[in-house]
């Protein structure tokens, strides 16, 4: 290629075909468009038709961005048009300054944060339910005075307490019922770990004849008659003392423990609402904000002592230390609280039965509600939910109200409205625990969105109709 080229002035470099291709700096369409651009622009100036200025606003710019047609040199030295999303294409598109760099970071960080806020999130809420989950299976250890109570069972006279763990099996909506299976624990001092009742190597822990467990039954102090036993012997000698009793001697035992390290029993617990007066915290009303309460007494008898009572005295009840709950439910929190009935006093004197707790059971109180991770699910599907609608809304209006009929051009808004109309709805059935429709969040995030966008969607529809009339009308 010869230098004087280069050097030759931009008018002579337009009309040399010969210069242009031997150069290799231009392509010819490009250069062809320039050329006649200047031709109209001379005229135009020299006809007065136009004012510099004028020209200047209606002359593209001529510089190459990554929007126009790029160019690039064949083999034989001639201009051919690029190939869209070749290798070179993305190479140029990626170091084109009209995009910039910048933009491109931003954008990326942008992703990121984003992607990591929200696996942040999530951590964090699994992580309060490990917690969660671990608190409610905490023993209870503020009650130093159950050991040598009413709660010590005395089969051989061993000191110790009796604790049932329940574990979570499920929580049926339909029924508004948990179903835990439980099982028995003892502890011989209150800042001993629970161990595992009916472990046939562990003598403290085995009760042969087993402890009966009664469901939602009460019992009271009266007199009964045993016969004594010594070394394993009975005697016959009678006894009179007093002892608690079941108040219901045909009430038949819903398991019995002790006897084995498989015993165990299931109940179902029936739940009703919590709160009074709060739509917000009504069961299924207010999902996610619905808390749920279920309550169950436990009696226990000791079978050892009751078969040594005399006919009719047929159960020696004594009382259990607590409870504690193990695994979880999906889509839920349960915790619990409990009164024991049967925590002696200081002034307690088994001498004086006026100084005797007047019962001896206990009475749990199960709580359930939704967890923080499908909360935070339900609002953020409302808060999508009412986005979209507004969005929709705000477009509807600029294009109708305020009569940008570009906008009602093609089929963009119509088909976006139409898409909403049947999305919006389908978020709801992806939420968790989702009860049946008719929740004060269909009637918050759900319905009036879906009523905005079907509006929406007819006003569009009428308009392009319209405007379509008024154009045949004219033609």
């Known amino acids: 290629m010869k230098m004087e080229s280069w050097r030759k002035p931009w008018s002579s470099l337009c009309t040399d075909k010969k210069a242009v291709h031997s150069s290799r700096l231009w392509a010819t369409p490009f ?30 710019d001529l510089k190459p961005s990554l929007h126009d047609e790029k160019i690039v040199e064949d083999e034989y030295g001639g201009a051919a048009p690029m190939r869209k999303y070749s290798a070179l294409w993305w ?7 009209e995009t910039g760099m910048r933009r491109r970071i931003l954008y990326s960080v942008l992703g990121f944060i984003f992607i990591g806020a929200w696996i942040g999130a999530m951590l964090g809420l699994v992580h309060s339910e490990v917690e969660y989950e671990q608190e409610n299976g905490k023993v209870p250890r503020h009650r130093p005075g159950d050991i040598h109570g009413l709660n010590t069972p005395r089969s051989g006279y061993i000191d110790g307490t009796i604790l049932l763990q329940g574990s979570l099996v499920h929580f ?19 800042h001993d770990d629970p161990r595992p009742l009916g472990n046939q190597l562990d003598k403290d822990t085995l009760y042969p004849q087993g402890i009966e467990i009664f469901r939602d039954i009460g019992s009271y102090l009266g007199d009964v008659t045993f016969r004594e036993w010594e070394n394993g012997v009975l005697l016959d ?36 609402q919590r709160y009074t007066g709060n739509a917000w915290r009504q069961p299924l009303l207010g999902y996610p904000f619905d808390q749920w309460e279920g309550k169950i007494v436990f009696v226990a008898n000791d079978r050892f002592i009751s078969d040594l009572f005399t006919p009719p005295d047929s159960t020696a009840v004594f009382g259990l230390s607590g409870i504690v709950l193990a695994d979880s439910t999906l889509n839920w929190r349960f915790n619990y609280e409990y009164k024991d009935e049967c925590e002696l006093s200081d002034t307690a004197d088994w001498g004086i039965p006026d100084s005797l707790p007047k019962s001896c059971h206990l009475e749990v109180t199960l709580i359930g509600k939704r967890p923080p991770l499908l909360i935070f699910c339900a609002v953020a599907a409302v808060f999508v939910n009412w ?15 305020m009569r940008r ?8 808004i119509l088909s976006m409205c139409f898409t909403a109309l049947f999305a919006l709805p389908t978020i709801r059935s992806l939420l968790p625990g989702a009860p049946a429709y008719g929740a004060i969040i269909d009637l918050v995030g759900i319905l009036p969105c879906t ?25």
């Open 405 to 412: 009929s570009y906008m009602l051009k093609g089929t963009d």
């Open 451 to 475: 009523l905005i966008v079907a509006s929406c969607a007819v006003c569009v529809s009428v308009a392009k109709l319209n405007k379509r009339h008024k154009a045949e009308k004219a033609e």
């Open 91 to 97: 190479k140029m598109a990626w170091n084109d300054p």
């Open 172 to 190: 049926d909506i339909e029924k508004r019922a948990l179903m835990i299976t439980w099982s028995g624990l003892y502890r011989r001092d209150v």
């Open 31 to 60: 250069l062809a468009f320039s050329s006649s651009l200047m031709a109209t622009n001379e005229i135009l100036y020299s006809s007065g038709g136009l004012s510099k200025r004028d020209v200047e606003s209606q002359t593209p």
């Open 387 to 401: 986005t979209c609608a507004l969005f929709i809304f705000i477009l509807t209006c600029e294009a109708i109200i």
């Open 237 to 272: 000698t009678n006894t009179s003392t007093i002892s608690y009793r079941t108040d219901n001697v045909t009430a038949k035992p819903i398991g019995v423990i002790g006897a084995h390290m498989w015993d165990s029993f299931d109940t179902e617990i029936t739940f009703t």
